[in-house]
């Protein structure tokens, strides 16, 4: 069973009278591509801030890499790679400049860790380039570098897809993916936008005014979400023998009131409504 390496239990974050975060209990395991869901203003990076320790909790408690508490919680937050908003850059020094005074300033040892960086997020030929001439992209992927330059097992992603063309969400959709394979980087990545990270994530959040509202796997979201057809019979037992004996079609559920929903014939509907009513059901 794969360990959970981040956690909250009823986390909450108040401003004033308002709760940003309220009573979120959350659950990553290691090598999760989670995605946190939901409409701008939903406490999406309230949450994000408050799990990298750039806001304090008012209640609740968190658990990262086993530590929920003071010194050791702050130094298991230093695995933790994070984009929360948009990074500042200088806009007159090049992305390889702008890193190299993040590393200095973050006292990380190793000067290679700027040019692997630059390579893993693929930048190595515009390293030299002033900031102010580069695309929302690679902008994008800056910021990501940054992330990556202390080798982080845990990567919180605020929206680093936003205001991207088709194509640039392409390139960071392939870069986190191949991040979270090769180098085995758990990912948290939020947005308001559902379906740019339907190609992306592993399981999903969905975040509502503060509240996490739902957590599901992609698996279990794509079997929810597909299209069925709905059918009501008087005898539930004998309908659902007849789809897999007469039709072969095993592909249904009876939910809690006794209508069948049928992922099947959903081009052929009159095959199941013809079975249904030549049986008398």
């Known amino acids: 069973m794969r360990e959970v390496i981040l956690s909250t239990n009823s986390l909450i974050k108040k401003y004033k009278d308002i709760s940003a975060v309220d009573q979120v209990n959350l659950k990553i395991h290691q090598g999760d591509i989670y995605g946190l869901v939901g409409k701008n203003g939903a406490g999406k990076t309230t949450l994000l801030r408050v799990i990298t320790g ?3 909790a008012t209640e609740g408690q968190i658990n990262l890499f086993g530590a929920s508490s003071g010194e050791a919680l702050n130094q298991k937050r230093k695995r933790i790679g994070s984009i929360i908003e948009i990074p500042s850059f200088y806009s007159y020094m090049t992305g390889k400049q702008n890193l190299e005074y993040y590393r200095i300033q973050r006292g990380i040892p190793d000067k290679r860790c700027v040019e692997d960086v630059l390579t893993e997020v693929g930048l190595s030929e515009s390293g030299n380039k002033k900031y102010k001439d580069y695309s929302l992209g690679m902008k994008q992927r800056l910021g990501l ?6 080798r982080p097992e845990l990567l919180l992603l605020d929206e680093p897809i936003n205001g991207l063309d088709p194509f640039g969400i392409v390139e960071i959709r392939n870069l986190l993916l ?7 980087i758990t990912i948290l990545i939020s947005s308001h936008i559902l379906s740019e990270l339907s190609n992306l994530v592993t399981s999903y959040g969905f975040i509502e005014k503060g509240k996490l509202v739902k957590q599901i796997t992609s698996e279990e979201l794509a079997k929810e979400s597909n299209r069925y057809i709905e059918l009501k019979v008087d005898n539930v037992e004998a309908m659902t023998a007849l789809l897999e004996v007469k039709l072969n079609c095993k592909a249904y559920k009876v939910t809690p009131d006794r209508t069948l929903h049928i992922f099947d014939y959903l081009e052929q509907p009159t095959k199941i409504s013809e079975l249904a009513v030549k049986s008398g059901a």
């Open 54 to 56: 750039q806001a304090f």
């Open 145 to 150: 570098a940054l992330a990556l330059m202390n």
């Open 178 to 184: 191949k991040l979270n394979r090769e180098k085995k």
